[in-house]
């Protein structure tokens, strides 16, 4: 007997509330966008630390009918969003929560960028996975965690390009879109907190996801 079903396999839930979660979340994210705009710290860093968010939200939407995505998936991406917002408004290397958690546990750097970097890894693993889960033979393959490791990690490859791209053209007003906060080791450790965090995604939220899958409707499965 099959532990983990394939959500085809499991016929979908009701509709109700879960149909005016994605509504609530995109009102929720476009507020913060707006609201983080006024008074950031510096306009170009806001810009390219939210422009992932400008772009995502629109396409979410438009995509929305053809390819509705799942409820865990939108709630998670929400919070990524919220996570790049509040990074854009403040720079990464100067978010107060992250001057916390330094101060509190002694650390040499804010670690705000660390924990951006763990939700680039941990939120578009679970993306990965449900477009290969809904648009590729992968479902139920063994092959597919590993793969949708390999792509988080590749995004996060290119992530870092863009950056070193971004210090090219910009030089030192590139310093508080890097983050690196003078750590020589910034980009091998933003791309392994990426590693660790899709493999706890997946670990994690891997049956949850499955399940958040069967309330989609039949006809937006495949």
Request: net charge neutral; glycine share 8%; hydrophobic share 50%.
């Amino acid at each position: 007997m099959s532990v983990n079903p394939s959500p085809s396999d499991v016929p979908p839930a009701p509709g109700g509330t879960g149909r005016r979660l994605p509504a609530v979340l995109v009102a929720v994210v476009a507020a913060a966008l707006m609201a983080s705009a006024w008074g950031a710290k510096e306009s170009t860093t806001w810009l390219l630390e939210t422009v992932w968010v400008m772009v995502g939200l629109p396409l979410a939407i438009l995509l929305r009918r053809r390819f509705p995505l799942s409820g865990l998936l939108c709630g998670l991406l929400a919070v990524h969003a919220l996570v790049l917002i509040v990074g854009g408004h403040y720079t990464y290397a100067e978010v107060p929560a992250g001057d916390w958690v330094r101060d509190w546990f002694g650390l040499e750097r804010n670690p705000y960028d660390r924990f951006g970097h763990l939700m680039q890894g941990f939120v578009p693993a679970i993306l990965v996975r449900e477009l290969l889960v809904r648009t590729s033979p992968l479902r139920g393959s063994r092959w597919l965690a590993p793969l949708t490791v390999c792509a988080c990690l590749a995004f996060s490859a290119v992530f870092e390009m863009l950056e070193w791209a971004a210090a090219v053209i910009g030089g030192q007003a590139a310093d508080a879109f890097l983050a690196t906060q003078g750590d020589v080791w910034d980009t091998q450790w933003d791309m392994f907190c990426a590693l660790i965090g899709a493999t706890c995604s997946l670990l994690l939220l891997s049956r949850l996801h499955d399940r958040s899958l069967t309330r989609l409707p039949r006809a937006a499965k495949n």
